[in-house]
């Protein structure tokens, strides 16, 4: 079996970020059976935060998305790692948790995570589609605009 | 052996809703293994957001407690979409992940999605009884009052 | 095989808080197949909440980690019960879920969930090594200023 996501990645010009080492106590991912879930990705590019602040303030809508797809980058990173580099072995997009930083008058969080989920369909195609929970939080670590978290199963 | 949820929800006088299909690239729910994952479901009933607003601002205890309780009937249709209309394959409900949009000086979370999780034992007895966390966000999608996420284990 | 887990707790000082009943009708935990799913905790000690307020308001950074400690405290608790009392049955954490209620503005929460992170490695070590997600919120149940929920795995 060829490697079939890693030729899709490269038909849509994606190459994934490098993987940060952990800051704290706790590591990027866990596998437990036959589940991969990996821990909150920011919009981190380059080693730097690419989108800071809130929707609905000084964040569009478009920022905000491509913040959340940056964030899916990162979660793919780790979990290439989880699955030792071959990302054939991602059986499917089990749930994506996205929390978006806005102003309590902002509504728009389903559009902000569709950045993450249209990125995740783009790669696994009907694999990719997920369970999902999309919610607007007070402020996130280093004023991140948002967070992303994920499960995968894998064979 | 009879259909025993179906019977408990007659004997409740509760239909399910109507299934909407997805709105964006991801799903209402996933299966993986034993588990059905489902997504944040959000008070809407004949197609409209029921109860919008916020918890401590405009949107009454009561009015959040029969959020919570539609949120949770919409999770139910899922789950039983996912198991082929049969609820009675539900060994239990594991988790549910309640979301309530209110001010900072909100505190009765818990009683607000108590709507969903006495709805869950109400029909499931014993297998009703779920884990759960229960918290403020800043706000959701379309100003929903609530967001309900849930995991099931099925057989 | 002896209790090392139970050794490793005297080692360090820690007495597991006596578990205090479920106040609605979910439960402090729920196991499915290997995983234990443990429901939100508050940093509840001796029956009162102990921090409360908001970080980046009234409640310091130190504080903050208090709280999320004597949120693992209680988490380990039920995990405790959920073992039938023998710990040395924890395979390893597998997630831990970080809320914090703070003002908009603060961007420290990974430093605050480290109190609860650092804990679970001092306990159980590499298997204490867990995925995590720490987001800010709008407010959590009873004013309480962190909110933590856990996955296990166990055997």
């Known amino acids: 079996m060829a490697a079939?996501?890693?030729?899709r990645l490269d038909e849509l010009g994606i190459a994934l970020p490098v993987v940060q080492p952990p800051v704290a106590t706790y590591v990027p991912f866990v596998r437990t059976d036959n589940l991969v879930i990996v821990s909150g990705q920011l919009p981190m590019a380059g080693g730097k935060l690419?989108?800071?602040?809130?929707?609905?303030?000084?964040?569009?809508?478009?920022?905000?998305?491509a913040a959340a797809r940056q964030c899916f980058l990162n979660v793919l990173a780790h979990l290439?790692?989880?699955?030792?580099?071959?990302?054939?072995r991602v059986v499917r997009v089990v749930r994506l948790g996205g929390f978006v930083a806005c102003a309590p008058t902002f509504s728009q969080h389903p559009a902000v995570v569709n950045g993450a989920s249209d990125l995740?369909?783009?790669?696994?195609?009907?694999?990719?589609?997920?369970?999902?929970?999309?919610?607007?939080?007070?402020?996130?670590?280093?004023?991140?605009?948002?967070?992303?978290?994920?499960?995968?199963?894998?064979?």
């Open 4 to 7: 079939h996501i890693q030729a």
């Open 50 to 65: 690419a989108v800071a602040g809130k929707l609905g303030e000084t964040v569009s809508l478009e920022d905000g998305q």
């Open 80 to 88: 290439n790692t989880a699955c030792d580099g071959d990302l054939d």
């Open 120 to 155: 995740a369909v783009a790669i696994f195609g009907d694999a990719g589609r997920h369970a999902r929970a999309a919610v607007g939080v007070a402020s996130l670590p280093l004023d991140a605009a948002v967070e992303l978290e994920a499960i995968f199963e894998v064979r």
